[in-house]
């Protein structure tokens, strides 16, 4: 295991362990400070001087919400994050230390946050616009209840710093650190969601330890490699791409099991929460506070990271992604895609994936392997509307085996240039084995288009005709 893997697993298991002692907390104020005070302590301890640039993201940031009118303040925001984030990749060319992976995983998450908090005051003031004009009564008034946010400078920088998911996530809202400092209530299910969360986790770990001893990312750029054959250049970007998923999916689960121990994210099941959203049944929420404690079933899919199964099974490209890294994925759709100013579906992804891959780093690799997924997803959909949509339920089966076949060898194309990295070493693995997907992927686009065209020209002839009859 890296020495950055021990580091992590460490920092996990102290954050499980420490989340009763802070749920055992009473009071608003004491909750937010121990939290933020401890996460702050690990940040030095592992980041040292490189604590710095989270601590000035993380000022300034406050500063721009605090004084710029919220109108905007979630646009300036999102610049000077990003921006800052291009000062951070780029420090060994102005002389200073150079970064710890530790402390980007830190600016990584951090960035998510301070943005995604100014993106919540932008929204609490458009609530209160639309309240003062269309207010129907209660049903508005109870939803800005439950949404609304009104942080201070110091609000703002304890939850900079709050020690849950500092290096790992899962993204969650402002409003949702709020509610956990609130929280009083024990969770009568937690034992029962924590046991339903690692029942899996032993076969993760095994899986990742075999397989990752016996196919490693280092072994594709030696000498040796080369000279393989084409079948077994192919073949390994499969076990590469399976121990790259079971490495996050031990992450992550330890992460959400984070959350649980310190009660962040736990709202009722009939809330109806929703991933990184929170919940969205505010009556239901409010009626809740008034039932016994012991009655109330809590869940946590507002912090749920990953959906294991829809990963390895989900047929479709769209639903593939939509399973990873699920908290990040709801930021990307709520601060990035929905406020695109583009009508096209297709240029919109294409965009999003533009701001994931720089919000992952600088690495061509990321570029190469992000930007591959709005022409793959275009050729399913394209086929899904030509071959799926309205046929029997049989032949929908088949097209959904066949696009999970083919998704899973264009995802395990695309995590080469995930974790190759450089330019050379990601094109140098595609060019040993020929671009395939590059290549299928244009034939599937130009096929597509053909049967699309058809199918339009088809309908057209036949609309005319019967206006003939008519």
């Given at each position: ?17 420490f ?23 690990i ?6 001087q ?15 919400i605090?004084f710029v009118?919220?109108k ?5 925001s999102?610049a000077w994050?990003?921006g ?7 420090t060994?060319?102005?002389?200073l ?9 830190v ?7 301070l ?69 009083q209530r024990?969770?009568?299910n ?5 046991v339903?969360r690692?029942?899996?986790?032993p ?6 330890f ?7 990312i ?12 084409f ?5 390994y ?5 399976f ?33 990184g ?8 929420l409010?009626?809740?506070e ?10 946590f899919e ?6 294991e ?5 989900a ?11 699920t ?5 990307l ?14 240029l ?17 690799g ?10 793959t997803?275009?050729?399913n ?32 194309y695309?995590?080469m ?54």
């Amino acid at each position: 295991m890296a020495s950055d893997d021990l580091s992590y697993v460490c920092l996990l298991a102290f954050s499980i362990c420490f989340g009763p002692v802070l749920k055992r907390t009473v009071g608003y104020r004491n909750k937010q400070l121990l939290s933020s005070g401890v996460g702050l302590i690990i940040v030095v301890l592992w980041c040292r001087q490189n604590v710095l640039h989270s601590l000035v993201a993380a000022f300034i940031n406050s500063l721009i919400i605090k004084f710029v009118s919220p109108k905007s303040c979630h646009w300036i925001s999102f610049a000077w994050c990003f921006g800052y984030l291009a000062f951070f990749r780029t420090t060994s060319y102005f002389g200073l230390p150079a970064i710890q992976p530790l402390a980007n995983a830190v600016q990584l998450i951090l960035t998510l946050k301070l943005i995604g908090l100014a993106f919540e005051v932008h929204a609490t003031y458009k609530n209160k616009q639309a309240a003062s004009v269309t207010s129907d009564g209660n049903t508005v008034d109870l939803q800005n209840s439950y949404q609304n946010i009104d942080p201070s400078i110091a609000d703002m920088m304890c939850y900079s710093y709050c020690y849950i998911g500092l290096f790992t996530g899962p993204y969650y809202k402002f409003r949702t650190y709020v509610d956990m400092l609130n929280q009083q209530r024990d969770i009568p299910n937690l034992k029962d969601l924590m046991v339903a969360r690692l029942k899996r986790l032993p076969l993760y770990i095994a899986a990742f330890f075999i397989v990752s001893h016996y196919f490693t990312i280092q072994y594709v750029q030696t000498e040796e490699f080369s000279t393989r054959s084409f079948w077994l250049r192919m073949f390994y970007m499969s076990p590469i791409f399976f121990v790259f998923r079971m490495r996050f999916y031990c992450a992550w689960i330890l992460a959400e099991c984070m959350c649980m121990t310190a009660g962040l994210g736990a709202y009722p099941v009939a809330s109806q929460p929703r991933c990184g959203k929170g919940p969205t049944d505010y009556l239901a929420l409010q009626l809740s506070e008034d039932e016994s404690p012991e009655r109330v079933m809590y869940d946590f899919e507002t912090v749920r990271n990953i959906q294991e199964y829809d990963c390895e099974f989900a047929p479709s490209v769209r639903e593939g992604l939509r399973s990873w890294n699920t908290t990040v994925q709801y930021w990307l759709a709520s601060n990035v895609y929905r406020h695109l100013p583009v009508n096209s579906s297709a240029l919109k992804v294409a965009m999003t994936m533009g701001v994931s891959a720089y919000w992952h780093g600088i690495h061509p690799g990321y570029y190469l392997s992000f930007l591959t997924v709005p022409p793959t997803m275009m050729v399913n959909e394209m086929f899904a509307a030509r071959f799926r949509d309205g046929q029997s339920p049989r032949q929908q089966k088949l097209f959904d085996w066949l696009c999970w076949f083919f998704k899973m060898r264009v995802f395990e194309y695309m995590c080469m240039g995930f974790l190759l990295l450089s330019f050379e070493a990601t094109v140098g693995y595609w060019s040993s084995v020929y671009f395939m997907w590059h290549i299928w992927l244009g034939l599937m686009l130009v096929a597509g288009t053909l049967l699309a065209s058809t199918r339009t020209r088809v309908g057209q002839e036949g609309a005319g005709a019967q206006q003939k009859i008519d």
